[in-house]
T-cell receptor, first 113, second 116 residues
Framework: GDSVTQMEGPVTLSEEAFLTINCTYT??????LFWYVQYPGEGLQLLLK?????DKGSNKGFEATYRKETTSFHLEKGSVQVSDSAVYFC????????????FGTGTRLTIIP | NAGVTQTPKFQVLKTGQSMTLQCAQD?????MSWYRQDPGMGLRLIHY???????DQGEVPNGYNVSRSTTEDFPLRLLSAAPSQTSVYFC???????????????FGPGTRLTVT
């Protein structure tokens, strides 16, 4: 079945460091891809998405590019802030819309001042 | 708008007890769903609904019942709780469920359930 594999955590970085969180997927067709963020004590929020190959999703300084050839959707940010500390989930949907999401295990990110 | 609300925030049950986790949204969303979040496993879909009166099973439906009598509410029922149901439960909603259309899902804050 469809699955998402995420970089193991936790990840600890200093403020202003460069961030990469790896995400690869396995799917029988061409999924839509998403990154969700969960801040402490809150539910998940959509961070960015891409619906077809070579699309780049971006939001709040984060970016991810849908790479069909490597089945990847790595999350990047050039300069992280303490406020970026959260758990990040990569997810896919085969239903064109983002219903019935398949999630990765999540990566906990901690940014230290 | 309150968005997606869930009650209770925390609950402790004994094995065999029953309870209902409440979920409500005030955005007139057609699509609602329930996920459970377990350490090292991400979120897994339990049940979903594409509109009032219509529900279907997700990836891990065993031990859970749902119904959707109104657009706003989508309760999740545990008829006989088991320790394996200890988890954090999230409800989510989105505007619609249409092939070829992308609508954002909105998640509630979660209910942390412990079954002893």
């Amino acid at each position: 079945g469809d699955s998402v594999t995420q970089m193991e955590g936790p990840v600890t970085l200093s403020e202003e460091a460069f961030l990469t969180i790896n995400c690869t997927y396995t799917a029988t067709g061409y999924p839509s891809l998403f990154w969700y963020v969960q801040y402490p004590g809150e539910g998940l929020q959509l961070l960015l998405k891409a619906t077809k190959a070579d699309d780049k999703g971006s939001n709040k300084g984060f970016e991810a590019t849908y790479r069909k050839e490597t089945t990847s959707f790595h999350l990047e940010k050039g300069s992280v802030q303490v406020s970026d500390s959260a758990v990040y989930f990569c997810a896919l949907s085969m239903d064109f819309g983002n219903e019935k999401l398949t999630f990765g295990t999540g990566t906990r990110l901690t940014i230290i001042p | 708008n309150a968005g997606v609300t869930q009650t209770p925030k925390f609950q402790v049950l004994k094995t065999g007890q029953s309870m209902t986790l409440q979920c409500a949204q005030d955005m007139n969303h057609e699509y609602m769903s329930w996920y459970r979040q377990d350490p090292g496993m991400g979120l897994r879909l339990i049940h979903y609904s594409v509109g009032a009166g219509i529900t279907d099973q997700g990836e891990v439906p065993n031990g859970y019942n749902v119904s959707r009598s109104t657009t706003e509410d989508f309760p999740l029922r545990l008829l006989s709780a088991a320790p394996s149901q200890t988890s954090v439960y999230f409800c989510a909603s989105s505007k619609s469920y249409r092939q070829g259309v992308n609508y954002e899902q909105y998640f509630g804050p979660g209910t942390r359930l412990t079954v002893t």
